[in-house]
């Protein structure tokens, strides 16, 4: 690794281009003049994974720990070696576990009880000299003095105090340096939120996509007594899928791009990391025998920058989703196919009674690579298998799963809407070469720049997220807090950025960029959100509520060092540059 990062490749001029990108971030680009006898791997061109027959290997679940005991428990992220698949040598992956030998990729499930507090401690045991990938010098990255490998962990979708919530300065090595916002270990969740599925990953800034493509995420699930509804299925019945993809070499290392796109002047830095292979929980193309019952599927898109559209190869077999990021939806409702953009969750059920014992099905995906290339990867189109099996031991009795027709009140979102105080107007844009380096910035500001959202405290403020870029997709997330998506609206980036039109005047006015009249949300996205899909060409409004959901108060103090953060989580945009500061400010006096 020491010798790759030195070797900084040459930027020559070549016939061959990755064309597509270049057209569409508006000009030509040459590939490197690859030195020396290194094997290198081009940002969009890696070599193919050597053939892997799918389907072949069981699905594994990660091991799972109670954290709603009082006690406080350590995860140490450490290296280990681990089989994604039979005909593949073992893996390295950087995972979290109690101990070097109980460690794994993807980490333990933490399970936490609403309103019982969990207190969890992350240490680093991570004893490499370097990073397994290549860090690009050219982002702005954690740098340790000793050297190592730096993390933090953000517990995605928690509601904590902001030093427990890994902020991405606030890292630490296994040597024991720190980064200037570093606070502590010991991390306290209050877990006073709805139930859901959220997921603890690394934050580390500038290295947050290497981190988490080594393997550095797992399951956090928040239950509730009062809200889990009785008779949804459970124990065996409720299965947690992590889906990502990642590439690898023939020796079973995974192959991450150490050849950036040139002339973007980042040597290392690809925007948009995408593998050949699809894991779900740390296995390859897996299958899974279920027995002709409901199952309760809990989805997390896991991966650096691919989406999934999910949806099963045979129609009978539908999602009934039940929740979001944010926990139940107020309204079940019945889905064909589900996007999912990288950090999302989706709760689902799957109904295996309407096929016979004895049948197989796919759980396939029909996202294209990358919006930017739309190019398809036939080894992605498909994620894993669901065999449909005769229970073994139990008689198969007609399970009785109920689902409720609905899980609570609908919230009056033009209500709270009409109450609120802030409207903001955040733009996602890209700093386009020659003129400057390849970039993607909130507001056109920097990381490294003062904070420019500042919301006050128990406040309601409208978020308008619009996408300045001519191409390409962001899913925005926001941290603390989550959100209900209030409408999306198309508009004519051309005419726009010709200066013909306003966004500032309403559809269908001669003078408006819209296209469209306002539309609802897509429908997988009713409910609370922490995470937004924003295409190109769009407007995504949002009402952004700076309190629980409970409508209570925080048990902490939100607006206390070193602040929160939001961004894009595809992560290798995430850490060139497209995060900034959130800094609570305190409540307006009453
Ligand atoms: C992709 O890599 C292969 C070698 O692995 C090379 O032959 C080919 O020219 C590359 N194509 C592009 C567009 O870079
Ligand atoms: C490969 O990984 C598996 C776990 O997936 C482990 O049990 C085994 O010991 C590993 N083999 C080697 C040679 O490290
Ligand atoms: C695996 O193969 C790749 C590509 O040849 C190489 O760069 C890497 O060092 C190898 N990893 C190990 C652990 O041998
Ligand atoms: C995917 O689901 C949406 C509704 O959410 C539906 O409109 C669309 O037709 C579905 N697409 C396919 C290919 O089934
Ligand atoms: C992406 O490619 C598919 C076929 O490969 C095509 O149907 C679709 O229109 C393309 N989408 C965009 C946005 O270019
Ligand atoms: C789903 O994946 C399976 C397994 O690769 C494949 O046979 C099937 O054609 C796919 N279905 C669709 C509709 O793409
Ligand atoms: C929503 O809130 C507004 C303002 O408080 C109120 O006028 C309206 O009746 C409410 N709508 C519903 C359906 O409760
Ligand atoms: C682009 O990156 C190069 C190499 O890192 C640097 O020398 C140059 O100053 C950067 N240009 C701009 C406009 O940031
Ligand atoms: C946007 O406006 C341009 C220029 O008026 C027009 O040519 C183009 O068709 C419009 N695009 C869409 C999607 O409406
Ligand atoms: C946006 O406008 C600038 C001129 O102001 C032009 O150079 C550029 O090509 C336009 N971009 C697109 C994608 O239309
Ligand atoms: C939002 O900001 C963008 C970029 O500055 C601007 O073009 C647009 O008009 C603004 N929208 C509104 C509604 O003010
Ligand atoms: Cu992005």
Redo the contacts with the bound molecule.
């Keep these: 690794m020491a010798n790759k990062s030195k070797t900084s490749p040459t930027f020559g001029h070549s016939s061959n281009s990755i064309v597509q990108i270049a057209i569409l971030v508006?000009f030509l680009c040459s590939l490197p003049v690859i030195q020396g006898q290194d094997v290198h791997s081009q940002c969009g061109n890696l070599t193919a994974s050597p053939p892997l027959t799918p389907f072949v290997v069981p699905l594994t679940l990660p091991p799972v720990i109670d954290i709603s005991t009082g006690v406080p428990i350590t995860l140490g992220t450490y290296k280990i070696s681990q089989s994604v698949h039979p005909d593949l040598p073992n893996t390295t992956f950087y995972a979290y576990g109690t101990s070097q030998e109980t460690a794994t990729y993807p980490g333990p499930t933490l399970e936490a009880k609403q309103n019982v507090v969990s207190f969890v401690r992350f240490e680093n045991h991570i004893t490499d000299p370097e990073h397994i990938f290549v860090v690009d010098r050219t982002l702005h990255h954690a740098n340790p003095p000793n050297g190592g490998v730096p993390i933090i962990t953000h517990l995605h979708g928690g509601d904590a105090e902001s030093k427990y919530d890994g902020h991405p300065d606030a890292w630490y090595t296994a040597a024991g340096d720190t980064g200037p916002k570093f606070v502590t270990r010991d991390n306290v969740y209050p877990n006073e939120q709805p139930a859901s599925l959220l997921w603890y990953h690394d934050h580390t800034v500038g290295m947050t996509r290497l981190n988490v493509a080594a393997g550095l995420a797992g399951l956090y699930i928040i239950r509730s007594e009062s809200e889990d509804p009785p008779f949804l299925p459970s124990g065996e019945f409720e299965i947690p899928l992590v889906i990502q993809d990642r590439q690898f070499f023939p020796n079973g290392s995974i192959n991450f791009p150490d050849i950036g796109l040139p002339p973007f002047a980042h040597p290392q830095w690809c925007p948009d990391y995408t593998g050949d292979v699809i894991l779900v929980n740390g296995k390859a193309w897996p299958y899974l025998d279920v027995q002709q019952r409901v199952y309760r599927l809990r989805i997390l898109n896991g991966a650096n920058s691919r989406f999934f559209t999910l949806f099963f190869s045979d129609s009978r077999l539908q999602f009934l989703q039940i929740g979001t990021d944010g926990g139940y939806l107020w309204t079940p409702i019945l889905l064909s196919n589900i996007t999912i953009a990288p950090a999302y969750r989706v709760d689902v059920l799957v109904d295996f009674r309407a096929v016979p014992i004895g049948s197989s099905f796919f759980l396939n995906n029909s996202h294209a690579d990358t919006i930017l290339t739309n190019t398809t990867t036939p080894t992605t189109n498909y994620v894993m298998k669901f065999n449909v099996v005769r229970s073994s031991g139990r008689k198969s009795a007609q399970q009785n799963v109920v689902v409720p027709s609905s899980f609570g009140p609908v919230p009056n979102i033009s209500g709270w809407a009409s109450t609120a105080t802030l409207y903001r107007n955040v733009s996602l844009v890209a700093t386009l070469p020659p003129v400057f380096n390849l970039s993607f910035l909130l507001n056109n500001a920097h990381w490294t720049d003062a904070p420019t959202e500042t919301p006050q405290l128990y406040t309601i403020e409208i978020w308008d997220i619009t996408h300045l870029i001519?191409n390409g997709v962001h899913p925005i997330h926001i941290h603390l807090v989550n959100f209900l998506v209030m409408h999306t609206q198309a508009f004519n980036?051309?005419r726009l950025?010709?200066s013909e039109c306003s966004l500032q005047l309403p559809y269908p006015d001669a003078g408006s960029c819209f296209t469209q009249a306002p539309q609802p949300p897509n429908p997988s996205e009713i409910g609370w959100k922490d995470t937004i899909i924003v295409n190109h060409g769009t407007v995504v409004r949002l009402l952004v509520p700076f309190f629980p959901r409970s409508g209570q108060l925080y048990s902490f103090d939100p607006t206390t060092f070193p602040g929160y953060v939001w961004h894009c989580h595809i992560l290798d945009h995430e850490d060139n540059d497209m995060m900034r500061p959130l800094a609570i400010q305190p409540p307006p006096h009453a």
């Design positions: 508006g001519p980036y051309t950025n010709a």
